[in-house]
């Protein structure tokens, strides 16, 4: 985390207050409308991708596709 390595202020997502809830420290919840993450999805094109993972892939992508359109 950037706080622990001395760089100052970063933003991280929430998980890491349960990852970290000792950390030396401070956290402040920014809890607005205009607080957004973006995702991306990766995969290495010219490797082998399970079946599992590519469908995970195409339902993650569908979903998503699906949520920003209903934003």
Known sequence: MAGTAGLGVGLVPAVSLRAAPHAPVAWVRLDTPEARRMLRMVWRRD???????GRFRDFAADHFRTFASAD
């Open 47 to 53: 490797a082998y991708l399970s079946a599992a993972a």
